[in-house]
Structure formats: C-alpha cells, structure tokens
C-alpha cells in the first residue's frame, strides 16, 4: 500500500474519498506509523483486514522494528476495520476509555452495513477492542520519540483520541479533523467546536486528519471544517428561533464550503437532523 | 426559508410539498400488513380512505431511522369533528406509535412529532371523527433500524436530563388565532429491543406513555404513546388561546414518573 512519509519516520496512507465498496474493500480513511529507535506504533487500522494487513506489510518493507503499540482515535469501521491483522505482533492496542462501549455498541450495526457495501461477509469476531484505555492522557516512548495520547470529551464522537509526536510537530487528529471529504456529526458539534479550539493550541506544524491528504499545516487544517460546523450550528439556530422543524432545517441549511466537500450529499441532512436534536436542549 | 438544492434529490424533497404529491405506496406487502393492522387495532370497524380530511407528511427517506420526523394534520369539514388520529408505523414490532386526541375536534389541528422506523415500512395515519369514522391516509418511508438503534448519545447527561420540558413558543402570541407551540421531554424512551452489547442484556422498555396539554385547565391535546415514539419526545401542536394564560403540561412514563410544567402565555390582541 502506498505510503507517505510526512516527518521523518512518520509514514500516512491517504484513503479514498468514497464509501466503503466491494473494491476498496474499507479504505476510506488515512491510516498510518510512527517509528521509533526501539517500537512501532500503528495509528488507526483502515476499514478491513485486508487493509490492515497492507498497512502491516508496508510496515515490515520499512522497519524490521517491533509493533508494540495499535492506537485507534475512535472507532469508526474504516479506522479500526484492520486492528485483527496486527494480531500476530500482539501489540497494546490503546484507545479513548469509552472505546470499548462504542465498539460493543456498533458492532452489528457495522457488520451488516459492511456486508450489504461489499458482498461479502464480515469477520465474526467484532474489530479487536483496546487492551489499555487512556481517560485522560497518555505517552507511549518508541525509543527516542514520544507521543502523548488525549482522550478528548465529545466532539466527532464520545471517544475521540489524538496523538502528539512531539519530536515530529505533528498531530494525528484522527476524525476530529476533516479534509475534502465531508464530515460527519456522531458526537457533538458544539463539543467538537471546542474541541478544535483546544487543539488549535497544542504546539504541532502538521495535522494527519481522519480523512483528507497525509498532512498539512496546522491549525489551518481545520479552517474548513470549523466554518463548516460554526455555520451549521448557527444556521439551524436560526431555524429554531423561527420556530422551524426538522424537515424545515433539512431542506433549507446549505453545507457551508458547499459540494467541495466530497459526498456531502450522505452526511449533510444526517448532520442538520443530529445538530438540531443537539442544540433542542441548549 | 429558500430550499437548498446543492444535496439531490432527497433533500430537495424534504420539503414536504413532493412527499404529500408521492410518497404513498401501496404495494400488495403494505396491503397485506395493513390489513392485519387493521384487525388488530380497528377489529369490526371499516376504515375508509382519508381524502381531504387527514393529511400525513413524512420523508420518503429518513436521515436517521430514530427520529423520523412526521406531520399529522386534520382538516374538519362542517359538522364533522376529528377527535383522534392514531399514528401506526406498519412494519414496526409494536406498530401502534401514539394516538393524539383533540378534545376540540371541529377546529383543525397540525402535530409535528418524530418517531422510530425499524423497516422500510408504510406509516399510517387513521383519523376518527365523532361520529365513529375512521379515515386513513399513509406515507411510505425508507429507514431502518430505528428500534434497536444505541441511545443515547450520552447517557449520563440523558438521565440527568430525564423529565425536563422545554416549551418553544413564536414571539408573538395573537388572542383568538392558533399559534404553533414545541413541547420537548428529555426521555431516553428505551424500547426495549435496544442491546447493551458490553453488560449483554436487553435494556428495559421505558417511554413516557400519556401526555396531555391543558391551557386554562381547558384540554387541547392528550397523546397516548408506545415505544416508538423517539427519545426526547417533541411535539408540535396548535393552541387557541381566547385570552393569557397558562399552558401546562403532564406526562407520565412507565415506571409512574410524573412530569409536570406549566407556563404562562402572554397573548397580544390579534389584528
């Protein structure tokens, strides 16, 4: 599998901006390792097996160090659809403390959406759950580079972690970071606005966002996708306050950034429909 | 409000114009199921096609299956006062999702609610008159899962939240003319087919059941509600206020729980 190396020893795979299909079998989302002098660290896992196992082979090309540690930033199928193909290293797999309810809880739901979007059945083990949980923060030491693991309050989702290669300036946003491909509000968008305004503060050159190219600048990574939620929030506000309805909100708040987010179409009204129950109760 | 039209053919839709022109299916399933609901509910009883009397409003493709937002309207012609409409979601496993009744039957009324769908399915909507009519309309729509779908997002805030109302109202109230008021309950309404896949058991079934909106101690509205209406129940529904007043409001769930809440109502003169 084609990867990129962004900083030294910090390798990305770029996902297709797609849905989940029979051909790319789950990559959909940007995956990727950070190498240190004495351990490996594996960073979301693709959507598949078959794309965990590529990411591990990409691996093995490069390094003959150990896979010590499998990081998942949420768990979303095409980010912890891979974490099984690393089995064999028998690493920690490390994720936010609400990881393992979130696992649990979408598990069939998952199965079924993977099999109807790739014909074929889905594994019958549910994705490998974490083996150490962080509520707070956490570092992981590779030898000679240390990364600094958050478990953030609800923002994309309730278990949304990053992880800071401090050595390396860059931060692996997992999906609180959307580029090109258009986001989606599982969580909270108010709590995802604040979220973004806390890691607009962490002291890192390069983003590695869930979706969107290997990397780029940060903060300016999130500009787009912050004016997206800021303009959602505030457009469906406006249809509260003029005593609006759902169906009204849906057919009327536009996506701010328009069709230059890829497949907005699928995720904007499910965004307008979660973001105005939200904000019902503010 | 200007339609959006950068998002396809669903969303465009939304609006509700297209859904009342088309989204009615009547498939020789939905046929064979309605009839079974019908002697389930109505056993006895003829059920004719609404016309102009009842109108239902629903998107014929939901954006989350847990809270399919509806509209009910009822449209007494003279003489005839429409006393209930029961909401049916067909294919659901406990089809019956509420019956809203209006104790003023002869003025129209327009409720605004948002309810599970567990299949693509046909919802119904069968209004009765006072002189023991039932008349019925239906939407099908495309969703699924909506009985067994995780909630909710966050469940501690959620139980926090349990009984608390909200009550939305337009700036301006105009004595003597409808206004269109929201009630919202924060409720998790657990169906009881919603899993807990970490402790493995099924979470119990617990909704809120009845509802009823006085104003002036006058009832406006009494809702009887199963387990698929969605969590945060909201409803939007018509007043006539004749002068100020209070609105208050009383639910009860299926543990007993009562909520009450009340809230005044300025009314300005109407032009």
Partial sequence: MPVTEVAPGVFVHAGAHAETDAANDGDIANCGFVVG???????????????????????LARTGRPILYVVNTHA????????????????????????????????????????????RPAADRSPVAPTVTVSDRMDIDLGGRVLELVAHPVAHTDHDLTVLDHGAATLWTGDLVFQERAPAVDGSALGWIAVLDTL??????????????????????????RRYLKGLVADVRAVQKAGGTIQQAVATVPPTGGTAWRLIENYHPRNVTAVFAELEWE | MRPWHGIGLAAACAGMICLAAGGAVAGPAEETRWQVLQDLY????????????????????????ALVPIRVATAPAPGVAVTAVHL??????????????????TRPHA????????????????AETADGRLLKTARFVKAAGGCSAPSPKNA??????????????????????????????????????????????????????????????????????????????SLHFTIVPEKEGTLEVVAEDTKGRIFKESWPIRTTPGS
């Avoid at chain 1, 002098?37 to 691996?59: F, K, M, Q």
């Avoid at chain 2, 009883?45 to 299956?65: I, K, W, Y």
């Avoid at chain 2, 049916?88 to 209006?102: G, K, Y």
């Fill in chain 1, 37 to 59: 002098t004495d351990a490996v660290a594996v960073i979301d896992t693709g959507g598949s097996p078959s794309v965990g196992r590529r990411l591990r082979e990409a691996i």
């Fill in chain 1, 76 to 119: 979303h199928p095409d980010h912890v659809g891979g974490n099984e193909a690393f089995l064999p290293d028998g690493p920690a797999f490390v994720g936010h403390a609400n990881l393992p309810a979130a696992l649990a809880a979408r598990r069939d739901h998952d199965r079924r959406a993977y099999e109807e979007a790739t014909g």
């Fill in chain 1, 200 to 225: 607009a503060r962490v002291p890192a050159q390069l983003a590695i966002p869930g979706h969107g190219p290997p990397a780029s600048p940060w903060p300016d990574a999130a500009a787009d996708l």
């Fill in chain 2, 42 to 65: 109505f056993a006895g009883r003829t059920v004719e096609e609404a016309g102009p009397v009842v109108s239902l409003e629903a998107p014929t493709r939901a954006h989350d299956a």
């Fill in chain 2, 88 to 105: 049916i979601v067909d294919n659901n496993p406990v089809p019956l999702a509420m019956v809203l009744r209006f104790p003023d039957g």
């Fill in chain 2, 111 to 126: 409720v605004d609610t948002r309810l599970r769908v567990d299949a693509y399915t046909n919802i119904t909507a069968v």
């Fill in chain 2, 156 to 233: 501690q805030l959620a139980a926090l939240r349990l009984g608390k109302m909200k009550l939305n109202l337009p700036e301006t109230v105009s004595t003597g003319k409808p206004a269109t008021a929201q009630l919202l309950i924060s409720h998790p309404n657990y169906t009881g087919f919603q899993y807990d896949q970490l402790n493995h058991y099924y979470i119990p079934a617990h909704y809120v059941k009845t509802i009823g909106v006085r104003y002036n101690g006058e009832p406006v509205l009494d809702v009887e509600a199963d387990i698929s209406m969605s969590e945060d129940p």
